[in-house]
């Protein structure tokens, strides 16, 4: 069964430093990958999504993944972050022929002063 | 434009109640997908509705859940004999529709809490 993996289930990290989220997903298909963003008691954003092409994805608020085929991995950087950017995070994975979205369990980023 | 919207933003019930809960999606958004985010399972698929074609159940936990989805637009969700393991937050998404995965909008959620 196909399934995505977020191995840290909180980052703690100081303002205006790099920060690296990982995450990683098993599927004998290919995939399309997702990273959505989640502020307190709000909806899900999209924050960016690889579909095909570059391997390296940028998104909004500065963020950027990159699609590594190999390690079956589509791990989240932003090179500086801010406080405004706690939140939760989950990646998410489509699969062909599929249109419902696979979840990994969230990682909370937590920016402090 | 209008995003997704959800109501009730927030719904407390009685187990054993039924309760419904809507969705309405954007504006020409062929697809509309159910999701729930509890503590316990993270955030799981429910159901997927595209255009006119049979809906995928597949991720309904029990035959207690249900939804339908009214010309082509608006979608209920319906959780009868409610128990305390429904509590979560239900998301709604909807997105343009099928072939590539298009970007799926989210609504804010209506958070279901059994008492």
């Known amino acids: 069964a196909q399934s995505v993996t977020q191995l840290d289930s909180q980052v703690p990290v100081f303002e205006e430093a790099p920060v690296e989220l990982r995450c990683n997903y098993s599927?004998?298909?290919?995939?399309?990958l997702f990273w959505y963003v989640q502020y307190p008691n709000q909806g899900l954003q999209l924050l960016l999504k690889y579909l095909s092409g570059s391997t390296l994805v940028k998104g909004i608020n500065g963020f950027e993944a990159e699609f590594n085929k190999s390690q079956t991995s589509f791990h989240l950087r932003k090179p500086s972050v801010h406080i405004s950017d706690t939140a939760e995070y989950f990646c998410a994975v489509t699969f062909t022929g599929f249109q419902k979205l696979v979840f990994g369990t969230g990682t909370r980023l937590l920016v402090s002063p | 434009g209008a995003g997704v919207s959800q109501s009730p933003s927030n719904k407390v019930t009685e187990k054993g109640k039924d309760v419904e809960l809507r969705c309405d999606p954007i504006?020409?958004?062929?697809?509309l997908y159910w999701y729930r985010q509890s503590l316990g399972q993270g955030l799981e698929f429910l159901i997927y509705?595209?255009?006119?074609?049979?809906?995928?159940k597949s991720g309904l936990p029990s035959d207690r859940f249900s939804a339908e989805r009214t010309g082509g637009s608006v979608s209920t969700l319906t959780i009868q004999r409610t128990q305390q393991e429904d509590s979560a937050v239900y998301l709604c998404a909807s997105s343009q529709g099928q072939g590539n995965p298009y970007e799926q909008y989210f609504g804010p959620g209506t958070r279901l809490t059994v008492t």
């Open positions: 599927s004998s298909v290919s995939v399309y």
């Open positions: 504006s020409g958004h062929t697809a």
């Open positions: 509705f595209q255009g006119n074609s049979a809906p995928d």
